[in-house]
């Protein structure tokens, strides 16, 4: 057997811990007073996690792994006093309102684009600080340039931009026509749900839209939905697959592309037409034909088949990088349904 794939009682080592978020070298670590008290409300979490640990091993070293990055940032931060500030001009901590939306310049640790918090060394943060309102100037984006009004400048609490206003480079959506009616804002310890089915989301209930043509729909659509474990360990290979360590699953999917190995399986008819496909993530110590097997099992009531292995890939989202084997499977089976909307078929696209 490959030494990609062992057991997880074989290996000793400390779960792989993703990196905190970006700070680039030399650069003074600046927070807001809420920033602050952030880090410490979060090592407080983690020493009462480590206790919960019960002397749990694996667990304990992922925990202190964690608290020994965090530590760095508390004893480096710098907090800046926003009363000294120029209230007539963008710089860090201020709330900025541009193109008809709000954000604020925070600390690389608080930034969080979905709640219109920014981190100050982002593109769109550095393009900001040091304008006044009134201020117009053009910015670079990845598919060109944006034309940016200031339109207020505040160090008090404001609302801020959501998650559906803005672009994945911080511009907002309606100033590339600029028509910001109605569109929703909300306060900054909200945190808005967006009409989406998420990948990760098992409990999200999807209608299929051959169900919806049949007249078939009740009350309970029995749909495929991978079953998520955010505190299972999933493995991290690398390109040729071979295990070089381990991570909680919910720290493969806040965009830090540890890549880790998934398993696609198109199942195809006798036409020769691909009616279903599923995804799962390999567990492990599994090799990607045996997590597939035994989910074809599990999940899809079917034994003895032997799908085939047509190609692997790397695939990279925003969120996520995954190894990825891509398998087919004839069969007749009336087999569980897929979801039929864009955001699934997507993550087949490449297959």
């Not at 965090?70 to 193109?99: C, H, P, Q, W």
């Not at 160090?155 to 994945?168: D, F, G, K, M, N």
Request: glycine share 6%.
């Amino acid at each position: 057997m490959s030494r990609g794939f062992i057991k997880e009682g074989d290996q000793e080592e400390i779960p792989m811990v993703p990196p905190r978020a970006h700070l680039p070298k030399g650069m003074p670590n600046y927070v807001t007073r809420e920033g602050l008290e952030a880090l410490n409300k979060e090592r407080e979490d983690l020493e009462n996690e480590r206790v919960a640990a019960n002397g749990n091993y694996i667990m304990s070293n992922f925990i202190d792994a964690k608290m020994k990055l965090l530590i760095n940032r508390i004893n480096t931060a710098v907090e800046v006093d926003m009363t000294k500030a120029n209230k007539e001009t963008v710089s860090f901590g201020a709330y900025v309102k541009y193109n008809g939306r709000t954000v604020r310049i925070v600390g690389v640790d608080e930034a969080d684009f979905s709640k219109g918090l920014l981190s100050f060394v982002s593109p769109v943060a550095k393009a900001l600080v040091g304008k006044k309102v009134g201020d117009k100037f053009e910015i670079k984006i990845p598919k060109g340039t944006e034309n940016i009004e200031i339109q207020g400048i505040w160090y008090e609490r404001q609302e801020l931009a959501s998650q559906e206003t803005l672009h994945t480079d911080g511009i907002p959506r309606c100033a590339r026509n600029d028509k910001c009616d109605g569109v929703k804002t909300f306060n900054s310890n909200e945190i808005p749900r967006l009409p989406t089915v998420a990948r990760n989301d098992s409990s999200v209930n999807v209608i299929s839209t051959e169900a919806e043509r049949s007249g078939e729909i009740s009350n309970k659509i029995d749909v495929f939905a991978p079953e998520e474990n955010i505190m299972e360990f999933l493995p991290v290979v690398n390109e040729r697959g071979i295990i070089v360590g381990r991570a909680l699953q919910m720290e493969l999917h806040k965009g830090n592309k540890i890549l880790h190995p998934s398993v696609h399986l198109h199942v195809i008819n006798n036409k020769g037409e691909t009616v279903r496909r599923y995804w799962w993530h390999v567990a492990f110590g599994d090799a990607p034909e045996k997590t597939l097997k035994r989910k074809i099992t599990e999940t899809l009531g079917i034994s003895g088949v032997k799908p085939k292995l047509k190609r692997q890939y790397i695939r990279e989202t925003k969120t996520e990088k995954e190894l990825v084997y891509v398998f087919v499977l004839n069969s007749e089976e009336n087999l569980l349904k897929t979801p039929e909307v864009k955001e699934y078929f997507d993550i087949f696209a490449k297959d």
